[in-house]
């Protein structure tokens, strides 16, 4: 299940799975992912891989001090616009999970 929601200006999408990488059929839970439409998305799923990559929020409690992620933090992210943050994993390990 996902929904679509207005945040900073933004239209976002929320899912659980991060993007799907349409060219790896055999990634996990494939199906089931979201396709790229270049709107942000916030989602779970790869708990401690990434805070941010590309255009996506992961809000796992993992990579967050295991709190939840603050609505102000999410729209500060969206307004300054797509960076992988400092200290995360390289872009390409958003596939793998």
């Known amino acids: 299940m996902e929904m679509r929601l207005e945040i900073a ?6 899912n659980h799975l991060p993007y799907r990488n349409v060219a790896d059929v055999s990634q996990k839970f494939y ?3 979201p396709l790229d439409e270049g ?8 708990h401690n891989r990434w805070k941010v990559s590309r255009k996506q929020i992961n809000v796992s409690v993992d990579v967050w001090s ?8 999410i729209a500060e992210i969206i307004r300054q616009g797509p960076v992988d943050l400092v200290g ?6 958003a596939d793998d999970y």
């Open 39 to 46: 709107r942000w998305l916030i989602h779970g799923h790869v």
């Open 31 to 33: 199906a089931l992912r």
């Open 9 to 14: 200006g933004d239209s976002v999408l929320l």
């Open 66 to 73: 295991f709190e939840p992620v603050a609505w102000d933090t």
């Open 88 to 93: 995360n994993p390289a872009s390409a390990d």
